[in-house]
Structures are given as C-alpha cells and as structure tokens.
C-alpha cells in the first residue's frame, strides 16, 4: 500500500481526511515494526552464522588440548543448547520469535558441524560428499517445521553442494568439467520442487528460498556453457561415462515432471511462461547429452538461450512486481555482455582500441540498465 | 513447529551422528588390524588444508599381477560407482594386496572404489586406482610438515578392517612405534 494512494482517496472523498490520516499512520507504524522486525532478524541471523562459522573453524583448527571426546560432547552439548532455547523462545514462551529463529538456524549450524567434526575423528575422507548429505538429510525436517528463509536457503545450498561433490567423486577427470551440466539440470529440479512447494500453504518462504537459490545455480551454470570449452571438454566426458549420463538425464526428467505439474495447477500466465521455458531447456538437456551435433551449434543455442533467459528475468520480474528478479536480469546481462566481448574482440584489435571501445559500451551500456532499473523500480512503487 | 516435531527432529539428528560413530565403532571395535605401507607422492598434493593424502600400495593394482574375477576388458564397466573387492595377505601384521573383485571373497578384504588408469603405452588400462575411504588423515593445524618429514623415511597406517571391508584409519606408523596425533 502507498500513501499517495491513500491522500488520492482522500481527495476523491472516498475516505474522510479522519480516516485517511488514520491509515497514513498505522501504515507508517507498520513500516517501522516491519523494518526493525528485519533489522533484529538480518542481525541475530548473522549472529548465528558467525558462531556456526566459529564453530566449524574451530573443528578444521582440530586443537588437541581437548581430546575428542570432549570437543564432541562440547558441540553435541551446543547443538542441544541452540536448538531447544531456539524452540522454546519460538514457540513455547513467543517472546522473541526473531531470536528464537536465529538460534533454530545456528542448530541446524552445528549439527553439521558436529557431523563434521564426527568425520574428523574417523579420518573420513576430506571433501566425502556423504557428510553433507548427511547435513541436508538431517536439517530437512527442520526446514519444514520452521519455515524461514535462512534454514529453507542452508537446506537448499547443502544439497547444491552435494550434488557437486557426489558429481566430482563419480566421473573421470574429477568431473569439474561435467559440473555445470548436472547444476543446469539440478537447478531445473530445484526450481521445479520449488514451484511445488508453492502449493502447500504455510511453505512460501520455502519455496521462494529454493526457487532463488535454483535460479542462481543454473544460471550460473548456464553462464559457463556459453563458453566454448566447457562444452566440449564436459561433453566429451560425460560420453564416457553412462552412469553419470544417466544419473544427469534422471534429474532432468524429474525437473521435467516437476516444473510440468507446478505449471498444470498454477494459473497466472507469467508461472506458465516460466514453466515452458524449464522443461524447454530441461529437454534441451537430454538432447544436448544424447544427440552429437557440432560442439559449436550448441555453444550457439546456448549463448541465444542465455540471452533469451536475461530478458525473460526482466519481463517476470516487471509482472510479478518483484525487483530481486530484475536486478538477477540486470546482473547476469551484465555479465554476459563483458564475457562476450572478451571473447570475440580480444584478438581483433589493438589493445587500446579493445579498452576504449570496452570503456564506453559499459559506460552506456550501464546507464541503459540503470535508466531501464529505475523505470521498473518506480512503476512497482506506483 | 509443534512439540512433537521438536522432539523428533531432535532425535533424528543424534540418530544419524549416532549411526555415523557407531558405524566407524563397529569397525574399530570388531575389526582385524593390520599395517599398510604407504608410498612417497609428490609434495605439492601432500597437503590440503589441514589433512594429509594417503596414498598406499595398494591404492594402485596392476589386473595383470592379481588374481581376479573380471578380465581387463571389463575394467571400464566398474568405473567408480561398483565395489571391488580387495584380498590382503597378512606378513608381521603388513598387509599386501592378492587380488581384486567385484563379487565378495573369502577371508581378509577391504573395499574400494576403483577407476581405470590409463596408459599411453597399452591398448586398455590394466591398472586400477582404488580408494578405500582411508585416504584422509585429518592433523592439528600447522602438524602436517612434521608429518612430511616423517613420511620421507617410510610410514605404515594401522587400519581396521570389519568383516564387510569396511576400513577405518587407527594411526600412523613409523619403524613399529605408534605416532599419536598430540606427538606430532
């Protein structure tokens, strides 16, 4: 709601001046509790990521004046501590829901750092992807029966991370160069799982989290298979190995059907458009890991699809009223513009024309998406 | 989150910290300790972070060399995500590998996970790198030279392995004496 809005009201005698200022001021009071509701939550959040980090950092010193079974029974001691102070200041006494919050999200914390730390004991394998599975296994109860954004956005960037790491301990060559073919299609699933979630009420936050977090990890991945290289070293491994094309071609029928359903039940047009373009580029996927054109007609249709994908943020964006999307549009156009021009001017010209010209397609280029930002941003506000 | 769900996500997460510890306590406590004898790699990968890269003799096995229950035509088909299998012969507590399969044998054995290495100079690989899950051990911060130069003259590792092969790292060795973690 907008006070301009309200004095309109006013002027057009839909409400009395009584009654407008009346509004204009319990709006104004529900600004200030919003906002200094955020402030404590922004701070008690990274409040307790500070002492997960210490926590874990703590671990990774592996000091020995303690012996193990201390440290264990310290952290497994912090764990408890955190996790049911967070639930009583939550949900028994509710008077301070904010903190109570934090300190759920700094248990889900240390659970994985007592995993951890548990690992380090046995001299389990370093970068061992089954630890963080077991973090992600752990905390999905509690991503569900809390709801907030910092426990839904840990929940999905530990199965991120682990997708990655059972990706590179499977495949020859580490697997680096497959990487970002299982994160476009994990994205996909990712986004598609999201978009489900959508449909339980009480789960939005969940749901955005991880269709955010989605949208990261495969654009990202995305971002690199504009690149020439990356798609032909990962294509040609990935060929090698049929258990890991089989496993990536799974993921991609699951975001698939996920993305399928979301868009089966949801009505509005821009979810829809959103949907078409997943499975689109889902089903793009399998075609590109099963069917062997030219390496260089893909890393075309991927650059288009990138392309294609910026400009559809900002429309998304613009129609749902959401500027997280856009500046996301605005961000990774940025990005691909400079990646191609590197790529494509570097060995054309002379160095100080290379800068120049560079210098001023950015300046412009820059002002453009500004002008383009703010227009956005102001027709929200209206 | 009701009450309930408190108290059962709880439970669930000392559930799953419990079975990981008891996991590796039941090798510990049911397992046959043996030596396996490590050998030199380059410095530059001795280290990441914190840990130091074991790498042992039995990390890399030659098909050709070994008993076993698949040709070297089949290697490709185990890539990674299949078990082998691999038998140890006990000498003065120093194990030494026998022979690798897919199929679970009699007596001593550890499990791995295996992939090919290749060779310029051969048609197909005949070589397998395998890890057993026991490559990682895990040293106080700023400890790992101390373990560099221990390791230049010779050092074994005292595993235990349990009757399904699985292993877990007891301690390093060096000439017979025991080198505790706080010694180092």
């Known amino acids: 709601m907008d006070d301009r809005l309200i004095r309109k009201w006013a002027r057009e005698e839909l409400v009395s001046q009584e009654q407008a200022d009346r509004m204009l001021a319990d709006l104004r009071e529900f600004r200030r509790e919003s906002r200094s509701g955020k402030f404590v939550t922004a701070v008690s959040t990274v409040g307790a990521v500070l002492l997960g980090i210490s926590a874990i950092l703590f671990i990774a010193s592996n000091w020995q004046e303690l012996s193990s079974t201390v440290k264990m029974a310290l952290l497994i001691g912090a764990t408890a501590a955190a996790y049911a102070s967070g639930y009583y200041l939550k949900y028994e006494f509710r008077d301070l829901p904010r903190i109570g919050g934090a300190l759920l999200f700094l248990g889900a914390l240390l659970f994985g750092a007592t995993v951890m730390l548990t690992a380090q004991i046995y001299h389990i394998n370093a970068n061992e992807h089954t630890l963080v599975l077991i973090w992600f296994i752990g905390i999905l109860p509690l991503v569900f029966a809390v709801r907030t954004y910092p426990t839904a956005i840990l929940g999905a960037v530990l199965l991120v991370l682990w997708i990655g790491l059972f990706a590179t301990s499977r495949s020859r060559f580490w697997g680096i160069d497959n990487l970002p073919y299982w994160y476009v299609v994990s994205g996909l699933a990712l986004f598609g799982i999201g978009g489900l979630l959508y449909l339980r009420e009480g789960l939005e936050k969940v749901a955005r989290a991880w269709r955010l977090v989605a949208l990261k990890v495969a654009m990202f991945s995305l971002f690199l298979l504009t690149f020439r290289w990356l798609v032909e070293h990962g294509r040609t491994?990935?060929?090698?190995?049929?258990?890991?094309?089989?496993?990536?071609?799974?993921?991609?029928?699951?975001?698939?059907?996920?993305?399928?359903?979301?868009?089966?039940?949801?009505?509005?047009?821009?979810?829809?458009?959103?949907?078409?373009?997943?499975?689109?580029?889902?089903?793009?996927?399998?075609?590109?890991?099963?069917?062997?054109?030219?390496?260089?007609?893909?890393?075309?249709?991927?650059?288009?699809?990138?392309?294609?994908l910026t400009l559809l943020f900002?429309?998304?964006?613009?129609?749902?009223?959401?500027?997280?999307?856009?500046?996301?549009?605005?961000?990774?156009l940025a990005a691909f513009l400079i990646a191609r021009y590197f790529d494509w001017f570097w060995s054309l010209m002379d160095r100080a024309l290379f800068f120049l010209v560079g210098g001023v397609i950015l300046v412009v280029g820059g002002i453009v998406l500004e002008k383009q930002r703010r227009h956005i941003k102001s027709s929200f506000a209206q | 989150?009701?009450?309930?769900?408190?108290?059962?996500?709880?439970?669930?997460?000392?559930?799953?910290?419990?079975?990981?510890?008891?996991?590796?306590?039941?090798?510990?406590?049911?397992?046959?300790?043996?030596?396996?004898?490590?050998?030199?790699?380059?410095?530059?990968?001795?280290?990441?972070?914190?840990?130091?890269?074991?790498?042992?003799?039995?990390?890399?096995?030659?098909?050709?060399?070994?008993?076993?229950?698949?040709?070297?035509?089949?290697?490709?088909?185990?890539?990674?995500?299949?078990?082998?299998?691999?038998?140890?012969?006990?000498?003065?507590?120093?194990?030494?590998?026998?022979?690798?399969?897919?199929?679970?044998?009699?007596?001593?054995?550890?499990?791995?996970?295996?992939?090919?290495?290749?060779?310029?100079?051969?048609?197909?690989?005949?070589?397998?790198?395998?890890?057993?899950?026991?490559?990682?051990?895990?040293?106080?911060?700023?400890?790992?030279?101390?373990i560099e130069q221990e390791r230049q003259e010779g050092m074994d590792v005292r595993v235990s392995i349990d009757r399904f092969g699985n292993a877990v790292i007891r301690s390093l060795v060096l000439d017979g004496r025991e080198i505790a973690v706080e010694d180092l």
């Open chain 1, 237 to 308: 491994a990935f060929m090698d190995s049929g258990y890991e094309l089989a496993c990536v071609l799974s993921i991609a029928v699951l975001a698939i059907l996920a993305i399928g359903l979301d868009s089966l039940v949801r009505k509005d047009e821009t979810t829809r458009l959103e949907s078409y373009t997943g499975i689109g580029i889902a089903a793009f996927m399998m075609l590109f890991l099963l069917y062997p054109l030219p390496d260089v007609a893909y890393v075309i249709v991927f650059n288009l699809l990138f392309t294609a």
């Open chain 2, 1 to 146: 989150m009701t009450r309930k769900a408190f108290i059962l996500i709880g439970v669930f997460w000392l559930a799953l910290v419990g079975a990981l510890v008891g996991f590796k306590e039941y090798t510990l406590k049911t397992g046959q300790d043996v030596l396996l004898r490590t050998v030199p790699v380059d410095p530059r990968d001795l280290f990441r972070g914190d840990y130091v890269i074991l790498r042992y003799e039995i990390s890399s096995l030659d098909l050709e060399q070994l008993e076993s229950d698949f040709g070297s035509d089949q290697i490709m088909e185990i890539w990674g995500y299949r078990h082998v299998y691999v038998t140890l012969e006990v000498e003065d507590n120093l194990a030494r590998a026998t022979g690798v399969f897919v199929e679970k044998p009699e007596g001593l054995f550890i499990k791995g996970s295996a992939f090919p290495e290749f060779n310029p100079d051969r048609d197909g690989p005949t070589v397998l790198t395998i890890q057993y899950g026991i490559e990682s051990f895990f040293v106080p911060e700023g400890a790992g030279k101390a």
């Open chain 1, 314 to 332: 900002f429309y998304a964006g613009y129609s749902r009223g959401d500027i997280r999307i856009v500046n996301m549009g605005v961000f990774w």
